[in-house]
């Protein structure tokens, strides 16, 4: 069973660092995207930054400067990595992926559970 697991949210201080990690299981044959997502209350979930299957990234002109996506393949792993924190980046950040597995070769779309990321003095 393919799934995505998120960690390393929490709380940090304006202008601190926080690195999230977004690790994906099972039968993985391969990864077409790899996205970071974030939601905040009231909001609309909103694409942060994305890399494609040539680990090429991109992220939105909001957080731009200051979030950066990466990528290790041996692990199945995508990172961002938050510096500069601002209190609006306060959000629950949402892993998501576009795979297939060894069973049928399929693309399918997958979300990680989220995990809250709390900029605040």
């Known amino acids: 069973q393919v799934q995505l697991v998120e960690s390393g949210g929490g709380l940090v201080q304006p202008g601190g660092s926080l690195r999230l990690s977004c690790a994906a299981s099972?039968?993985?044959?391969?990864?077409?995207?790899m996205d970071w997502y974030q939601q905040a209350p009231g909001k609309q979930r909103e694409l942060v930054c994305t890399t494609d299957g040539r680990s090429i990234t991109n992220c939105a002109d909001s957080v731009k400067g200051r979030f950066t996506i990466s990528r290790d393949n041996a692990k199945n792993t995508v990172y961002l990595q938050i510096n500069s924190a601002k209190p609006e980046d306060t959000a629950v950040y949402y892993c998501?992926?576009?795979?297939?597995?060894?069973?049928?070769?399929?693309?399918?779309?997958?979300w990680g559970q989220g995990t809250q990321v709390t900029v605040s003095s």
């Open positions: 099972g039968r993985i044959f391969n990864i077409y995207t």
């Open positions: 998501h992926a576009e795979l297939s597995d060894y069973i049928d070769y399929l693309r399918r779309s997958y």
